[in-house]
């Protein structure tokens, strides 16, 4: 296992893939010429306005200086994906040379890691979270070695909802020598402040997250990676130029005067209605503590309970044949009448 000597000084040209250190990236019209001018004839648009006949700016300026003021993260230190799959697929193909180098991850997780591992052929190696769900950092680390360049790790995790242990995190950002992916998907719904803040004292972290969740964005496929200026340069060197389109470029600007947090706190006392409901249902036979927009629950026959819900028009996540979550669904958070109707439904259950 490699570590890292000095935390705040790594090289990254030792792990990034030799291909990639050399690529030449595609040069667009945009970026040869980046002023306002009146007549563009550089990139054979269509000059006729329709309003898309433009392509988006490939480095997503206005939308980098507004998140940047919304999270209090430097411009240099954002990279905006379609989606969070889009970091997560870019982090292999950067990172990891197919056939030679692997990732570790925790389990159960969020199924993406493993999808993009698989599809760019690299090694994915599982250690499973304790039964209940903490996360034990040296395990982690024993399962690396010397070609382990990428270690997942997801705080709230999916589909447990718990928040990751911030001593064992900072263990793992210290004592591992590769990438370190931490996913804070969910961290708006957590009373915990995650990695944000600390990405000047860790050069290999990245943290993940989306418009997806909290922000309500789901269907635009906004994702966000933060790090250091130098691996946000190595992202933006490896995405395809227009990534994000110019109607979402657009409509995220506006949406994201949205009143999030007021929504976010609806949400976290529907979490706490059904903290306190859940226990007290015969079907239910565990209620796992959360710090998501969902609470994984366990029940005695997961099947017969999620078909049951569907025949009464409420579908959940079947997540039981998933190894560590065995006779485990996922429920989200909804309006208050949805989780009204959720508990109604699983309160008629017959046991
Ligand atoms: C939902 C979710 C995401 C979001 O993915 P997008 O591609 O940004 O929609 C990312 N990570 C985890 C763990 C999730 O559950």
């Known amino acids: 296992m490699r570590t890292n000597d000095n935390p705040n000084v790594m090289d990254l040209t030792k792990l990034v893939r030799k291909n990639i250190l050399a690529l030449a990236p595609y040069s667009t019209a945009r970026d040869e010429y980046q002023g306002e001018l009146d007549i563009y004839l550089d990139a054979n648009e269509n000059p006729f306005n329709d309003g898309y006949n433009r392509y988006p700016d490939p480095y997503q300026k206005r939308l980098k200086e507004r998140l940047s003021r919304i999270k209090g993260v430097d411009s240099s230190r954002i990279f905006i994906g379609n989606g969070s799959d889009e970091p997560i697929d870019l982090v292999y193909r950067i990172f990891c040379e197919p056939g030679v ?50 270690l997942f790790l997801c705080s709230p995790n999916n589909p447990s909802g718990n928040v990751l242990c911030r001593k064992a995190l900072e263990r793992l950002l210290t004592g591992f020598g590769g990438i370190v992916v931490l996913d804070e998907a969910y961290i708006d719904f957590a009373d915990d402040p995650g990695f944000l ?155």
């Not at 890691?113 to 979270?129: K, P």
């Not at 990534?243 to 600007?253: F, G, P």
Request: glycine share 6%; net charge positive; aromatic share 6%.
């Open 197 to 351: 803040s600390q990405l000047d004292r860790y050069p290999n972290l990245i943290v993940l997250q989306t418009l997806s969740k909290a922000w309500g964005m789901a269907g635009l496929r906004l994702g966000l990676a933060f790090a250091s200026p130098e691996i946000v340069r190595l992202l933006t060197r490896v995405k395809y130029p227009y990534n994000i389109n110019v109607v979402t470029q657009k409509l995220v600007l506006t949406l994201l005067d949205k009143d999030m947090p007021g929504q976010v706190e609806t949400l976290k006392r529907e979490r706490t209605k059904l903290l306190e409901a859940l226990p007290e249902l015969p079907v239910i036979r565990k209620v796992y503590p959360s710090d998501a927009n969902f609470i994984l629950v366990r029940v005695d026959e997961p099947r017969k309970v999620y078909d049951r819900l569907i025949e009464k028009g409420i579908v959940v996540r079947d997540r039981s044949r998933i190894r560590g979550c065995e006779g485990c669904l996922r429920l989200t958070v909804g309006t208050p009448e949805e989780n009204e109707r959720l508990i109604a439904e699983l309160k008629a259950m017959p046991v």
């Open 101 to 150: 180098h692997n990732a570790v991850a925790i389990a159960p997780t969020y199924g993406m890691y493993r999808v993009a591992a698989d599809i760019n052929g690299v090694e994915y190696r599982e250690v499973m979270l304790r039964d209940d769900f903490g996360l034990d950092a040296e395990t982690l680390l024993a399962a690396a070695d010397g070609n382990t360049r990428l």
